[in-house]
């Protein structure tokens, strides 16, 4: 192991500035998986799990899901959801049990909602429940990619230590290039966040400004 001083800010800055990886790149259509942007993790007013890293990261959201719509692409929004016992939950319900508890978002709750910001077309967009971290498990969303003959699946929403890291590497398993746009994410602290964006570039997805992937949908 290198012992390093610097922050993972640090870290994460020198490594974007000095990329020792090829980049997967952006293949011919692509999908926007839009992971949990539901009020536990966005509305920072009313709930305690709630976080922020960029204020204008649903904003971003938006403007590259309707991008995506209008070229003709997917759209996918993810949030976690369980039983009122919270039985579905399984072991990873099990490390507490408070009422701000993973396993207490009950499906039709506030908490389960999504935050009133999110642009969501229910006539276009696919929308899952999840109950594990990955937007691909016990979901349909690998059928549905198939389905629609994408390459390039970008990740975004909250955690990026999380279910955002979770889903970029299922997506990257499932042979998908995979891009992660920084504004986009967001995480509890910054060193959770940034610690795993420099991971997610060195290993999983290539990260990004959010403006590389509008300016590829625009040009298409």
């Keep these: 192991m290198i012992a390093d001083d610097r922050t993972a800010r640090q870290i994460f800055d020198d490594t ?21 942007f539901q ?9 305690k799990t709630a ?15 309707r991008l995506a719509r209008a070229k003709g692409m997917p759209v996918i929004w993810t949030h976690v959801g369980y039983m009122a016992g919270g039985e579905d939950a399984g072991v990873w319900g099990t490390r507490t049990n408070t009422p701000d508890s993973l396993q207490n978002i009950q499906i039709g709750s506030e908490r389960w909602d999504f935050d009133p910001r999110c642009e969501i077309d229910k006539t276009q967009d696919a929308i899952y429940t999840k109950r594990m971290p990955s937007a691909f498990f016990e979901t349909p969303l690998a059928s549905w990619l198939v389905w629609h003959k994408v390459d390039t ?37 910054e060193s959770y966040h940034f610690a795993n964006l420099t991971d997610l570039q060195l290993k999983y997805a290539d990260v990004e400004p959010v403006q590389v992937v509008i300016d590829w949908m625009e040009a298409r």
């Design 39 to 47: 009020r536990a993790y966005t509305d920072i007013h009313a709930f």
């Design 153 to 189: 699946v970008i990740v975004t929403g909250g955690s990026t230590s999380g279910c955002v890291r979770a889903t970029a590497i299922d997506s990257v398993s499932h042979g998908y290039r995979t891009i992660v746009p920084i504004e986009c994410v967001a995480d509890k602290h």
């Design 51 to 65: 976080y922020e890293t960029d204020p204008r990261q649903i904003e971003h959201v938006n403007t590259i899901s």
């Design 16 to 36: 974007m500035a000095n990329p020792a990886r090829a980049k997967f790149g952006m293949g011919e259509k692509l999908a926007i998986v839009n992971v949990d």
